[in-house]
């Protein structure tokens, strides 16, 4: 057999060419997605003042296995794929452990996460449509970042609505945007009428993920040549985000690795889905029996301690409905520093995937998060986000418990970006300041209580 | 021809095993580093309380030109390298130019920049020698990450003497180091001799690098097991970057690239020289005829205004002397932002090569190349650190000249980290408050009064 090398990196030519479209695969498709007035299922026509009109028909695609990706978007993805595949051979001797441990690196791009996959896609759809505007929210900077790396490239405008008490925290974050030349502004804001709204009401407010998603909304919509576009949960996001799993098949395929389990973090799911789609796909059509597990913060226990119902994507009611697992658009997430993972929702796909038994969701304290996070920087050299580092914390649970067994269980997660900016996380965790969350059964009936 | 992919990385089996000692290869040697207090050539014996005892070698070695790399510094630049060579292909089309233009990538690291090969290669001859400690001083910090990195590895402690005032700008590369497991002191400090002194003359100061290279040193010769590290100037930080060129030789090679310019910025040279270091060395073996560009801050013109002469290494005058060009160990650069090119002197390999006329050296004003840096992110993707934006600026420049003239020159420039970490100065820049400063003759005057 082929030695495996430590990083893998495909060559051009082996770079896939085609996004993987789960539903086409699934049995029983997902639920779908409700008009918020008439609660029919939305058609074309109810999502096009917001959305792309390429993008609305991929959220709609049941059909389609692989979709291929365009060439005006492979020139991009050239710029930041392949994403390497690596073998995490110091971390096993560390742990002593028969395991093999491989993770999916989504770091390296500028942006600093899997983001960019997505964001580049939705960017190219709205150049080819003629949209001149685009409009979205940020809330710990991953995804504005990313679009407006996007934006730049293909030369269109970008607002970002960024949540006001983010950007007091990461003045950096919007540095960056403003540099590739997005017009940042801090949310709630004067520029729209819910911004105006909420102003009058709290004026001190440091504004919501929630709000700023009805800003930008606002401004798409009233907005001539402009569209809206959001970084995770729907399901053209997911597509984008297969490129993850796609090369990670291929790169698999050619070394002969047979993956018996593998991990990634859920916030929306972008990043999890993407990662295992081929994989899921195959293990659905009876090629594979992975044992998936997607990892969530137990201070927002989306998938283990929510409810399989429909609900808004947003605070403030506006979107349409999806049905996801959900602790509520109105639960209220403690200030937990994996800022991508707080999210009161689960992609539609993913939700009846888990809701239909094929991938196990495991929770975990944000302090035993950060210190899998310092053990696996120290060997691998890499510095994890908070977000990827609940991916690691499993890993290395997994990895450990073959230790025991003895089982040379392949292990493949997925490294979705690096903590470059949120350094104030580790900062807490060195200083022993951080402390852990869970919400009681009595915070999570609240959160319940605003199910519509 | 091969088409030449957007990125190209090596194989692990292609990856090159030795470093590239140039000073084998000069005809004319540089001048020997000068024992401080007898003024005659510095023997391994006087360095032996200051370095490594293998560093020391490789730092007087004039006779091998591949140098073998450890299995044991391998095994971390596996984690770590091959870095990207990429072809600038989206540039290039914005730019409109006939000429091809490629950058060497070395960002793609956790410590974002290419210190780490040395920092990799110091701490693992420290732990092979039985030490147990490890001194340096950092600035910007890139170094002092770096290092931590390495030494979290190989499991040797680290004590990073970092300039009071930029401990304070950048809190948070403290708080990686940190997170590494170093131990982050600001300078001045009340932990040695030197540090109280200056303190108690000047109880307010920020600290320079000069005293905390002094601090570093104190503790390095005072301590059992302990040595101190330093992360560019000398001949063997050189050497250990010479993996860079390497790596770019072999993939030229490798897809019949021949490089008719190349470009590095320079502030103590270790990134310039380890990218031209074999490409040079074939230009005295008259196997080439590339025109080199080491580019540097106009704030801070070591090699177009400095002198050829003997200098300190730092500002408290307590080092060896090394033949170089300089400003004088007291000259004072202006608080310009690309931190790592503010230095006073320059690596003696480079300076007499310099002064052989085997390369130019040309010095840009940092709002020039800040404009610079912003186009080339616009296109390619990459936030770089202002350090490499010197080169992306006079790569820019003479690709634009191929535009007037028509030549299709081949044109690598080294880019050596990311900007992650210097936002502050592309937040100044996007203000509109960014400002030049060029020394006059009567401010160079003054730095030329410090030296020996």
Request: net charge negative.
């Amino acid at each position: 057999m082929t030695k495996i090398p430590y990083k893998i990196f495909l060559s051009e030519n082996e770079v896939p060419r085609n996004w993987y479209n789960l539903k086409a695969v699934m049995k029983e498709k997902p639920s779908p997605m409700l008009h918020p007035g008439t609660l029919k299922p939305c058609k074309k026509e109810d999502l096009a003042p917001i959305f792309c009109e390429a993008v609305i028909e991929q959220e709609l695609n049941e059909k389609d296995k692989y979709i291929e990706i365009p060439e005006g978007i492979m020139d991009f993805y050239r710029m930041i794929r392949p994403s390497p595949l690596i073998r995490a051979y110091n971390l096993e001797k560390a742990l002593k452990t028969p395991a093999k441990i491989y993770y999916k690196f989504e770091g390296t791009n500028t942006s600093g996460s899997h983001k960019l996959n997505s964001a580049a896609a939705q960017v190219y759809y709205a150049k080819e449509q003629g949209i001149t505007t685009l409009t979205t929210e940020t809330g710990a900077g991953q995804w504005g970042t990313a679009l407006s790396m996007a934006c730049a490239y293909y030369d269109i405008d970008l607002i970002v609505y960024m949540v006001k008490v983010s950007m007091n925290q990461k003045p950096y974050r919007k540095t960056v945007m403003e540099t590739y030349g997005s017009k940042v502004i801090a949310s709630p804001s004067n520029t729209t009428e819910i911004g105006r709204k909420i102003l009058e009401e709290n004026p001190e407010t440091g504004g919501s993920l929630g709000c700023a998603i009805s800003e930008a909304l606002e401004i798409a919509m009233s907005t001539d040549n402009c569209r809206y576009v959001l970084g995770s949960v729907l399901d053209h996001v997911i597509l984008h985000q297969t490129i993850i799993g796609e090369e990670t098949k291929t790169a698999c395929e050619k070394y002969g690795i047979e993956p018996d389990i593998m991990i990634g973090c859920v916030g929306g799911g972008s990043n999890f889905a993407g990662l295992i789609a081929p994989f899921m796909g195959d293990k659905i059509e009876g090629k594979n029996n992975i044992h998936f597990i997607g990892v969530e913060p137990a201070s927002c226990p989306t998938l283990t301690r929510g409810r399989y119902a429909y609900d808004f994507g947003d605070t403030g009611k506006i979107t349409p409905l999806l049905k996801m697992y959900t602790l509520g658009s109105g639960f209220m997430p403690s200030p937990d520093h994996a800022g991508g993972l707080r999210y009161h929702g689960m992609n539609p796909i993913l939700a009846k995937l888990y809701h239909d038994g094929y991938f196990e969701a495991r929770s975990v304290e944000q302090t035993k998060v950060f210190e899998a996070a310092k053990e696996f920087m120290r060997h691998e050299g890499i510095l994890p986000a908070p977000e990827s580092s609940h991916a690691v914390r499993v890993a290395m649970d997994e990895a450990k418990k073959c230790c025991e067994t003895g089982e040379e269980k392949t292990i493949i997660f997925g490294l979705s970006g690096t903590g470059y900016f949120d350094l104030s996380a580790y900062s807490s965790y060195n200083a022993g300041t951080m402390t852990d969350y869970i919400p009681t059964d009595e915070d999570l009936e609240k959160g319940f209580a605003t199910l519509p």
